[in-house]
Antibody, heavy 116, light 107 residues
Framework: EVQLQESGPGLVKPSQSLSLTCSVTGYSITSNYWGWIRKFPGNKMEWMGYISYSGSTSYNPSLKSRISITRDTSKNQFFLQLNSVTTEDTATYYC??????????WGQGVMVTVSS | DIQMTQTPSSMPASLGERVTISCRASQGISNYLNWYQQKPDGTIKPLIYYTSNLQSGVPSRFSGSGSGTDYSLTISSLEPEDFAMYYCQQYDSSPLTFGSGTKLEIK
C-alpha cells in the first residue's frame, strides 16, 4: 500500500526557512508526480508545487521565488523548502502522490506555525 | 489563476438526505475537476476525478457532474461518515486551484 508521511519542525521563526520531508513507502517516487499542498487556518487550500518522476518541478507562481522541491530517490523521499517565511505561512502541510492528475494518496499532514 | 467559487460554505443536513455542493470556475475548465473529502482528523481522500469518475473504493452514493464553468458533487443519501469538509479542485491550468470548501454538518 502506498503511504506518505510528512515530517519536520512544527515551529519556524519568521524570515527563516521551512523544511519538510515526505517519506514514501509502497511506491517509487521515480514514477508519477509528488506534490505539496497546504491548508491554512480558515480552510483555504493551496497547491504549492510538485516534482515529477524525472525530477522536473512545477511551482505555484505565488511562491516561485521562495519554494524549492527536491528529492532523494535512494531514500524514496521528497522535500519542501520554503524560504523567508512569515506568519502567513502558518498552515498544515500535506504531501501527496498525483496520478492521472488527481492526488490519490495523501499524508496525514504536519502543522507548521511561524512565530517568534 | 482560475478562481473556484464553492457553495455553500457550510451545510447542515440529516442522515439519509440528498445533498449537492456546487463549484463554479472563473473560466471554462473542460471538465478538469476533482473532488476531495477531508475528515475531522485531517485525512484527505480523493472522491471524483475528471468531473464524474469515481475514485476506486468510493461509495456509489457519491456522484459528480457538470461542464464548462459549473460543477457539482452530489451525495444521494448521507451516511454518518460523510460529515466532513469537501473541496473541488481544477487542473485545467497551472496553478491547480481549490474551492474554498464546504463543511457538511449534522443537522
Amino acid at each position: 500500500e502506498v503511504q506518505l508521511q510528512e515530517s519536520g519542525p512544527g515551529l519556524v521563526k519568521p524570515s527563516q526557512s521551512l523544511s519538510l520531508t515526505c517519506s514514501v513507502t509502497g511506491y517509487s517516487i521515480t514514477s508519477n508526480y509528488w506534490g505539496w499542498i497546504r491548508k491554512f487556518p480558515g480552510n483555504k487550500m493551496e497547491w504549492m508545487g510538485y516534482i515529477s518522476y524525472s525530477g522536473s518541478t512545477s511551482y505555484n507562481p505565488s511562491l516561485k521565488s521562495r519554494i524549492s522541491i527536491t528529492r532523494d530517490t535512494s531514500k524514496n523521499q521528497f522535500f519542501l523548502q520554503l524560504n523567508s517565511v512569515t506568519t502567513e505561512d502558518t498552515a498544515t502541510y500535506y504531501c501527496a502522490r498525483y496520478r492521472l492528475q488527481i492526488g490519490d494518496y495523501w499524508g496525514q499532514g504536519v502543522m507548521v506555525t511561524v512565530s517568534s | 489563476d482560475i478562481q473556484m467559487t464553492q457553495t455553500p460554505s457550510s451545510m447542515p443536513a440529516s442522515l439519509g438526505e440528498r445533498v449537492t455542493i456546487s463549484c463554479r470556475a472563473s473560466q471554462g475548465i473542460s471538465n478538469y475537476l476533482n473532488w476531495y473529502q477531508q475528515k475531522p482528523d485531517g485525512t484527505i481522500k480523493p472522491l471524483i476525478y475528471y468531473t464524474s469518475n469515481l475514485q476506486s473504493g468510493v461509495p456509489s452514493r457519491f456522484s459528480g457532474s457538470g461542464s464548462g464553468t459549473d460543477y457539482s458533487l452530489t451525495i444521494s443519501s448521507l451516511e454518518p461518515e460523510d460529515f466532513a469538509m469537501y473541496y473541488c479542485q481544477q487542473y485545467d491550468s497551472s496553478p491547480l486551484t481549490f474551492g474554498s470548501g464546504t463543511k457538511l454538518e449534522i443537522k
